[in-house]
């Protein structure tokens, strides 16, 4: 009887990836023609051309039969199975990532309808706004593999000049210009939608160019966004606190822009969109400042509050010794004001929170075996800490730039700090790439910038960088630096004019080759720390600073005098 024959066995190729993006989402091969591919014009398909660059494979996904390779697989394809349109495998991939990891560091510290229904929603149906996500998809992704690498290694990956070399970045920008080209197209159209369209995709432009720490691009979108929201009049409604738009993710999309703002007009935002500080100086806000019926009820209240707080700490940063003697009168009442609000709401929501989970030290952990309570939980917590800097912020930043602050600020800044770590040891282990809200980091800057107690500031610094997430335009490294090199400029001076003996917990030594080294002892979760600074500029600092766009014009670098040395 003859033997059967064995069967063949599918011989596996390696595929190519050049063509034009019609033919790869087709799943064809594309005879690669100048110009346009002969496939698309014999078939009377329109041919999309080809992409410049290509988000590079995955080492680790080497073999097509591993499971996590047929898992990235399925996830990719059920993602862009919901498109009305065809995709290529890069876009599907880092659309896929975007939902299944970028959108759950996003809502970090809060849920958010914005991320995690509105945006997904519009990104199905507009093709701009899928492009956009693709686009922060892309250098999220990139941020997290470069992570995984040597120490530091996101930063060489995506900081400076070098950085706009990356693939992954090449291949965001060329998305992000596909999202612009949709625009273009549509702007001369009546499109109710447009106008959202277009928010939407401003916020994710920034997010995308704040991950890639390309602040001054960030801010040009930034800018783009507050004046399309200018141009609708948006206002705040004395009924609720609601933002007036006509649809709720617009809504979304306004109040995730004041928020944004607070922290940018530190990086460059001259003409912040002000829809709060009329309710909370020019009206009795303490008609809002009653019992708290919920969370959401009291954050809605701390919302205007917050950013009415952030504007004024901008004003008193970015005025100059002049013009502060001018406008000082005016600061002081408006700085009245807002500490007797925050205290307010701080009682009314330590009220609240022992009506609701019996404590409002959040101090001990939280017993409860539900999720839902245990999430709740630390949103009230995060709720608080907001509250808690914002009310040191409104006291510290009037005082004259160039004296220390009184040392009857000190118990508050290290109540803001135990705060902060309380905060962050009910959070995920690992701290997320990036999120929307500014919570941790610029709690702990607060805390740190200008503390009387050499102590604290370097607990707040350790705490920034164990943290190191990029809240917004708030990163926990960079600010860590800034704060480490403002502390070492106070020490020198210190260690110079030999005034009174040294600072509490400092002593200072002259190393052999003539530097001086000013060491801190301090405790950071409960066990006894030693920090050793050499009082000498960071020149990594100011070559990192030197490669960020406007860098020399923000307020924290000016009053350091860190770049005063370089020529431009």
Same mark, same amino acid.
């Given at each position: 009887?003859?033997?059967?024959?064995?069967?063949?066995?599918?011989?596996?190729?390696?595929?190519?990836?050049?063509?034009?993006?019609?033919?790869?989402?087709?799943?064809?091969?594309?005879?690669?023609?100048?110009?346009?591919?002969?496939?698309?014009?014999?078939?009377?398909?329109?041919?999309?051309?080809?992409?410049? %660059?290509?988000?590079?494979?995955?080492?680790?996904?080497?073999?097509?039969?591993?499971?996590?390779?047929?898992?990235?697989?399925?996830?990719?394809?059920?993602?862009?199975?919901?498109?009305?349109?065809?995709?290529?495998?890069?876009?599907?991939?880092?659309?896929?990532?975007?939902?299944?990891?970028?959108?759950?560091?996003?809502?970090?510290?809060?849920?958010?309808?914005?991320?995690?229904?509105?945006?997904?929603?519009?990104?199905?149906?507009?093709?701009?706004?899928?492009?956009?996500?693709?686009?922060?998809?892309?250098?999220?992704?990139?941020?997290?593999?470069?992570?995984?690498?040597?120490?530091?290694?996101?930063?060489r990956l995506l900081l400076g000049r070098k950085g706009t070399q990356n693939k992954w970045?090449?291949?965001?920008?060329?998305?992000?210009?596909?999202?612009?080209?949709?625009?273009?197209?549509?702007?001369?159209?009546?499109?109710?939608?447009?106008?959202?369209?277009?928010?939407?995709?401003?916020?994710?432009?920034?997010?995308?160019?704040?991950?890639?720490?390309?602040?001054?691009?960030?801010?040009?979108?930034?800018?783009?966004?507050?004046?399309?929201?200018?141009?609708?009049?948006?206002?705040?409604?004395?009924?609720?606190?609601?933002?007036?738009?006509?649809?709720?993710?617009?809504?979304?999309?306004?109040?995730?822009?004041?928020?944004?703002?607070?922290?940018?007009?530190?990086?460059?935002?001259?003409?912040?969109?002000?829809?709060?500080?009329?309710?909370?100086?020019?009206?009795?806000?303490?008609? %809002?400042?009653?019992?708290?019926?919920?969370? @959401?009820?009291?954050?809605?209240?701390?919302?205007?509050?917050?950013?009415?707080?952030?504007?004024?700490?901008? @004003?008193?940063?970015?005025?100059?010794?002049?013009?502060?003697?001018?406008?000082?009168?005016?600061?002081?009442?408006? @700085?009245?004001?807002?500490?007797?609000?925050?205290?307010?709401?701080?009682?009314?929501?330590?009220?609240?929170?022992?009506?609701?989970?019996?404590?409002?030290?959040?101090?001990?952990?939280?017993?409860?075996?539900?999720?839902?309570?245990?999430?709740?939980?630390?949103?009230?917590?995060?709720?608080?800490?907001?509250?808690?800097?914002?009310?040191?912020?409104?006291?510290?930043?009037? %005082?004259?730039?160039?004296?220390?602050?009184?040392?009857?600020?000190?118990?508050?800044?290290?109540?803001?700090?135990?705060?902060?770590?309380?905060?962050?040891?009910?959070?995920?282990?690992?701290?997320?790439?990036?999120?929307?809200?500014?919570?941790?980091?610029?709690?702990?800057?607060?805390?740190?910038?200008?503390?009387?107690?050499?102590?604290?500031?370097?607990?707040?610094?350790?705490?920034?960088?164990?943290?190191?997430?990029?809240?917004?335009?708030?990163?926990?490294?960079?600010?860590?630096?800034?704060?480490?090199?403002?502390?070492?400029?106070?020490?020198?001076?210190?260690?110079?004019?030999?005034?009174?003996?040294?600072?509490?917990?400092?002593?200072?030594?002259?190393?052999?080759?003539?530097?001086?080294?000013?060491?801190?002892?301090?405790?950071?979760?409960?066990?006894?720390?030693?920090?050793r600074l050499v009082l000498e500029r960071n020149e990594d600092l100011v070559a990192q600073?030197?490669?960020?766009?406007?860098?020399?014009?923000?307020?924290?670098?000016?009053?350091?005098?860190?770049?005063?040395?370089?020529?431009?």
């Amino acid at each position: 009887m003859p033997m059967s024959p064995e069967p063949r066995k599918k011989i596996y190729t390696k595929r190519s990836r050049t063509g034009c993006r019609t033919c790869r989402a087709r799943r064809i091969k594309c005879d690669e023609s100048p110009n346009a591919c002969n496939n698309c014009t014999r078939t009377g398909r329109k041919c999309e051309g080809y992409e410049l %660059y290509r988000v590079p494979r995955d080492s680790g996904k080497s073999d097509p039969n591993s499971p996590r390779n047929a898992s990235v697989t399925q996830i990719c394809r059920a993602v862009t199975s919901k498109l009305q349109w065809k995709v290529t495998s890069d876009e599907g991939r880092c659309l896929a990532f975007f939902e299944h990891q970028s959108v759950p560091q996003l809502v970090t510290f809060f849920d958010s309808p914005l991320w995690q229904q509105l945006v997904l929603e519009l990104c199905y149906c507009e093709p701009a706004v899928f492009h956009g996500v693709v686009a922060l998809g892309a250098v999220n992704q990139a941020y997290e593999i470069a992570a995984r690498g040597p120490p530091g290694g996101s930063r060489r990956l995506l900081l400076g000049r070098k950085g706009t070399q990356n693939k992954w970045y090449q291949f965001a920008i060329e998305q992000a210009g596909r999202a612009f080209a949709m625009l273009n197209k549509r702007r001369a159209s009546n499109d109710p939608t447009l106008h959202t369209v277009i928010l939407v995709c401003c916020l994710l432009f920034v997010m995308c160019e704040l991950l890639h720490r390309k602040l001054g691009t960030a801010i040009v979108h930034m800018e783009s966004g507050l004046r399309i929201l200018r141009g609708m009049r948006v206002q705040r409604q004395a009924m609720g606190l609601v933002l007036t738009s006509p649809s709720a993710i617009e809504r979304c999309v306004g109040e995730t822009f004041l928020s944004l703002q607070g922290a940018s007009a530190f990086f460059g935002i001259k003409d912040p969109l002000d829809v709060d500080t009329r309710y909370v100086f020019e009206q009795p806000y303490n008609h %809002y400042l009653e019992s708290f019926t919920s969370l @959401q009820h009291a954050r809605q209240v701390l919302k205007p509050l917050l950013n009415t707080a952030s504007i004024f700490v901008a @004003q008193c940063m970015h005025a100059s010794e002049a013009e502060m003697k001018l406008i000082y009168p005016t600061l002081q009442c408006r @700085q009245f004001l807002l500490v007797g609000y925050f205290t307010r709401f701080l009682k009314l929501f330590a009220d609240f929170c022992d009506r609701t989970y019996g404590t409002s030290s959040f101090t001990t952990p939280t017993t409860s075996d539900d999720p839902t309570q245990r999430k709740a939980y630390r949103e009230a917590e995060i709720t608080r800490l907001s509250a808690l800097y914002s009310l040191l912020a409104a006291k510290l930043f009037l %005082y004259d730039k160039t004296r220390p602050v009184p040392d009857s600020l000190t118990p508050e800044c290290e109540a803001v700090i135990v705060a902060a770590e309380t905060a962050m040891d009910k959070l995920p282990s690992q701290s997320p790439t990036i999120t929307v809200h500014h919570e941790i980091v610029p709690a702990l800057n607060v805390a740190t910038i200008r503390c009387p107690d050499y102590r604290i500031r370097c607990r707040g610094i350790a705490m920034m960088r164990s943290w190191g997430a990029i809240e917004g335009f708030m990163s926990a490294s960079l600010n860590a630096d800034l704060m480490e090199e403002s502390m070492k400029q106070e020490l020198l001076y210190w260690y110079r004019s030999a005034e009174g003996g040294n600072p509490p917990g400092v002593t200072f030594e002259m190393n052999p080759d003539g530097r001086v080294t000013a060491r801190i002892e301090y405790r950071l979760r409960k066990a006894e720390r030693d920090c050793r600074l050499v009082l000498e500029r960071n020149e990594d600092l100011v070559a990192q600073l030197l490669d960020i766009e406007n860098a020399e014009n923000w307020p924290c670098v000016r009053s350091l005098g860190l770049l005063d040395h370089v020529k431009r």
